[in-house]
């Protein structure tokens, strides 16, 4: 804790060093935001101090973890105590701070909602210069409910309290086909309430995959895919029907806790394959230690800054492409609605599917607690329509989840319009709390950030 508090007053002293007007921003080695803005030559604020697990009780099953630091080393503390957060996003970069912030979810969400709803207190440093700790009830609530979904645009969290899981060693699977998405969507609930872990992959509109897990004390055969085989490739080869399905049955697949909560990272769920990671001569020879999703998003910063891809699909004559990068969430019994939609419109596959169910009221994402939302996650590109904007898909996708009405994350593009946007991320509870914690606007506009890419 003295190391915390030294690393809180430097960065207080930093804080204030900044001149008034010029913006404040973190300076994080990592990030897993798809807003790729020009690079800023201003200096950040240093947060290199706030990367570190403070401390784990395993009685009480609680941590006390600075906001900087990686789902990667949290778990790495947690695991040897047999425990897990409730929630472990699947990007081993994705901070603690980020994801409380920015939303995080995974297989677990069903059962125990988003990453914010098993913290219990976060330490603050406001807008306005203050370091506050809110909690759930004290006087600063308001800015422990609206702090999700903020975007570090209230303030920054530096230390924040988790609720932590007992774990077992394994993680039994059983991936379930089903035909169609009605077929898929009538199985969520009755199967959701059943197992620790449920998500999908809907591979086309006739092949969709519900993927159950259990925690197990034993295996009989543990499979890895970090090496030459590809977790998302293994769905379509192990898999029963519902008809066959046997929850105390025989698991179609298992893997360590540790190697299913980083199962999509190794591929950065399959999106390794436009590097080349998946071929079996380049997959051999990329080191092991090198297939992880903080490797391939910096080749994709890297590809954007140089405009290597886009200068060679000029060359070869072909349209430019459109980065259609999203999650967004829709009531459960409308995904099979917004799946055709996709399919026609879009027409990217795979498709990652997360059922969630809300544990609390957060107003700044307001998902109904208690109800079934599906997290619908596509990462890709598709060629642009001639003579429509170039962000075409991307504003299908915003009217069509508004229609059904559902929510998009904001960590990618977004093109709402102010008006719209307010409406869908309540804007009347944002611009109390930027007064209250932020009254001299010297941390960025919500709408200003996520839409207008500041
Ligand atoms: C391809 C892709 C797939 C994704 N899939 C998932 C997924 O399946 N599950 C999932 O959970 N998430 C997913 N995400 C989203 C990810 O969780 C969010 O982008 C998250 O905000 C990233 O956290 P980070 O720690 O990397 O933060 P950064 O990328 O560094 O920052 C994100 C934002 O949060 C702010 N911020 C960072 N730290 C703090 C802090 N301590 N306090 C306040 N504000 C802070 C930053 O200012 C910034 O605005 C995905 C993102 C991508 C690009």
Redesign the pocket.
């Known amino acids: 804790m003295t190391g915390h508090q030294t690393a809180v007053e430097r960065l207080l002293a930093s804080y204030r060093a900044i001149p008034e007007g010029a913006p404040v921003r973190?300076a994080?080695r990592?990030?897993?935001?798809?807003r790729f803005r020009d690079e800023i030559q201003a200096p950040g604020l240093d947060v290199s101090g706030f990367d570190k697990v403070l401390s784990v009780d395993p009685e009480a099953r609680v941590a006390d973890v600075q906001?900087?630091t990686t789902y990667e080393d949290l778990v790495d503390a947690t695991l040897p105590y047999g425990l897990m957060p409730f929630v472990v996003?699947?990007?081993k970069?994705?901070?603690l701070?980020?994801?409380v912030?920015?939303?995080?979810?995974?297989s677990s969400s069903y059962r125990n909602g988003l990453p914010h709803e098993s913290v219990l207190e976060m330490e603050i440093l406001t807008g306005a210069g203050e370091v506050v700790t809110a909690t759930p009830d004290n006087e600063h609530r308001d800015l422990f409910y609206g702090f999700p979904n903020s975007?570090?645009t209230l303030g920054?969290?530096l230390r924040l309290k988790i609720k932590l899981q007992p774990v077992k060693p394994y993680v039994a699977l059983w991936h379930v086909r089903f035909s169609s998405a009605q077929e898929c969507v009538e199985a969520i609930d009755e199967l959701g309430a059943e197992v620790d872990f449920i998500d999908g992959t809907v591979f086309g509109g006739d092949e969709l995959y519900l993927t159950l897990g259990r925690f197990a004390d034993t295996a009989e055969r543990v499979s890895d895919y970090t090496g030459q085989g590809i977790y998302y490739r293994s769905i379509r080869d192990r898999f029963v029907t519902p008809r066959w399905l046997r929850p105390d049955g025989p698991p179609t697949d298992a893997l360590t806790t540790h190697d299913y909560l980083w199962r999509w990272d190794t591929d950065w769920f399959w999106?390794s394959r436009a590097f080349g990671a998946q071929h079996p001569l380049v997959r051999r020879a990329w080191p092991a230690s090198k297939k992880r999703s903080d490797v391939y998003r910096r080749l994709v910063a890297l590809d954007k800054r140089l405009q290597t891809s886009a200068r060679v699909d000029r060359w070869l004559g072909r349209p430019p492409r459109e980065d259609v990068?999203q999650?967004v969430e829709v009531p459960v019994e409308r995904l099979p609605e917004f799946l055709e939609f996709f399919h026609r419109e879009i027409g990217m596959s795979p498709v990652w599917l997360c059922p969630l169910r809300a544990q609390d009221k957060w107003p700044l994402y307001p998902l109904e607690p208690g109800r079934t939302y599906v997290n619908v996650?596509f990462?890709g590109t598709v060629p642009q329509k001639p003579g429509r904007l170039p962000e075409h898909h991307n504003r299908l996708i915003e009217r069509e989840v508004a229609r059904l009405d559902g929510h998009k994350?904001l960590?990618?593009t977004a093109f709402y319009t102010r008006e719209d946007f307010w409406r869908h991320y309540d804007g009347a509870t944002y611009r109390t709390l930027k007064e209250e914690y932020d009254p001299e606007r010297r941390l960025l506009d919500l709408y200003d950030?996520t839409v207008r890419g500041r």
């Open positions: 973190l994080k990592t990030s897993n935001l798809f906001g900087m996003p699947q990007l970069t994705i901070t701070g980020g994801a912030t920015g939303l995080g979810i995974e975007y570090g920054y969290a999106c990068i999650d996650g990462w994350s960590y990618s950030k």
